[in-house]
C-alpha cells in the first residue's frame, strides 16, 4: 500500500493514472497489456478498448494465441511469454507490483513504448504514466 493512503482501492481513486481494468473473465492481465498498447499506440478505437467493449476481449485472446499462454491466471511466467509476443517487440513491459512494495519490473529489454501494469496480487490495470520520482526498474527475464 502507498505510504498515506488507507487503502489501495482509494489511492487507485485518487490516481488519475491508473485505467481500471473492468473484466468478468481470466483475460485481466492481457486484456492490461492491450488497453495499455491501445493507449501508447492512440488506437483509433480506443475508448471501445479502455471501456472493455468486445475489441478488448478480442485483442486479449488474440495475445493469449500469439504466445500460447493458456487463459487463466497470469504470473511471471505469463508475463514473461506475453513480453516475447512478436506484436509487442517494440514495447517495455513494466510491471509496478503492489504487493512488493510498488517496486517496478520489467520484463523486457528498454523501449521508447512502455506498457506499465499495475498489479495488486489478484487483479492487473493499467498505468498510463509512471512519475519522474519512480523506483529503479528491476529486470526480471527470464523467471
Request: charged share 20%.
Amino acid at each position: 500500500m502507498k505510504p498515506g493512503h488507507s487503502h489501495p482501492q482509494t489511492y487507485k481513486r485518487m490516481k488519475q493514472s491508473i485505467l481500471t481494468i473492468q473484466n468478468k473473465d481470466d483475460l485481466c492481465c492481457a486484456r492490461a497489456i492491450v488497453t495499455a498498447k491501445a493507449k501508447v499506440d492512440q488506437h483509433p478505437n480506443w475508448e471501445g478498448i479502455r471501456k472493455g467493449r468486445t475489441i478488448q476481449t478480442t485483442l486479449a485472446l488474440q495475445l493469449h494465441q500469439e504466445v500460447d499462454v493458456p487463459q487463466g491466471p497470469c504470473g511471471y511466467e505469463e508475463l514473461n511469454k506475453f513480453s516475447q509476443a512478436p506484436s509487442l517487440s517494440t514495447y517495455q513491459l513494466l510491471l509496478v507490483d503492489e504487493t512488493r512494495g510498488f517496486h517496478v519490473l520489467s520484463f523486457s529489454p528498454p523501449q521508447d513504448k512502455k506498457l506499465v501494469l499495475l498489479y495488486n496480487g489478484a487483479h492487473y490495470d493499467v498505468v498510463s504514466t509512471l512519475p519522474d520520482s519512480s523506483p529503479s526498474v528491476i529486470s526480471v527475464g527470464s523467471v
